[in-house]
Antibody
Framework: QVQLQESGPGLVKPSETLSVTCTVS????????WTWIRQPPGKGLEWIGY???????IYNPSLRSRFTMSIDTSRNQFFLKVTSAAAADTAIYYC????????????????WGQGTLVTVSS | QAALTQPASVSGSPGQSITISCTGS?????????VSWYQQYPGKVPKLMIY???KRPSGVSNRFSGSKSGNTASLTISGLQAEDEADYYC??????????FGPGTKLTVL
């Protein structure tokens, strides 16, 4: 049973870089696609992108320029970085599995981590 | 990317059936049978309820079903129960090989 756990800074100042880590346990990170999803307080879900170590990351075209996903197979972790953070980036950041590799399309987002709240404020 | 639309809220009485719609376009919902639905209780993590339009993951009640017609996908909950009161989000694959969520629908059980 794959389990995911996010970790993040909690508070980031505007214009700084926001970094979130997702640690995967229960299986090799190489066997799945991995995705990031965020949810501003009181609002809906926003898909950020997905990554697999054998493929280039795919991003929400509305967010692409400031967002970077990466993966470290040796530590079974994957990462999200958001540069030039702004108040609008305040959200709960979730990591989730996008299904087994390889497939043509991600069938689902499951399971999810518990989420980590990142607040962008001075 | 283009947005999906969902009703902001729906309601029903215990035992009734309700349907939540998710309308997209020929660039997403209409092109692929790759719509999923997520249930989220306040302050909790979203839970996968339906994938590939109409498939239920193990452990999800068969009171939940999904369907699609043209550019609109639907989630139907039959035999409504108080525990079904939650927010529901649809998600679709797009032609750009990206994914998009709907804005969410708040289900109230009267």
């Amino acid at each position: 049973q794959v389990q995911l756990q996010e970790s993040g800074p909690g508070l980031v100042k505007p214009s700084e870089t926001l970094s979130v880590t997702c640690t995967v346990s229960g299986d090799s990170i190489s066997n799945y696609y991995w995705t990031w999803i965020r949810q501003p307080p009181g609002k809906g879900l926003e898909w950020i992108g997905y990554v697999h170590y054998r493929q280039s990351a795919i991003y929400n075209p509305s967010l692409r320029s400031r967002f970077t996903m990466s993966i470290d197979t040796s530590r079974n972790q994957f990462f999200l970085k958001v540069t030039s953070a702004a108040a609008a980036d305040t959200a709960i950041y979730y990591c989730a599995s996008g299904g087994p590799y390889p497939v043509a399309y991600l069938p689902w987002f499951d399971p999810w981590g518990q989420g980590t709240l990142v607040t962008v404020s001075s | 990317q283009a947005a999906l639309t969902q009703p902001a809220s729906v309601s029903g009485s215990p035992g009734q059936s309700i349907t939540i719609s998710c309308t997209g376009s020929s660039s997403d919902v209409g092109s692929y049978d790759l719509v999923s639905w997520y249930q989220q209780y306040p302050g909790k993590v979203p839970k996968l309820m339906i994938y590939d339009v109409n498939k239920r993951p193990s452990g999800v009640s068969n009171r939940f079903s999904g369907s699609k017609s043209g550019n609109t996908a639907s989630l139907t909950i039959s035999g409504l129960q108080a525990e079904d009161e939650a927010d529901y989000y649809c998600c679709s694959h797009t032609r750009s090989y990206t994914y998009v969520f709907g804005p969410g629908t708040k289900l109230t059980v009267l």
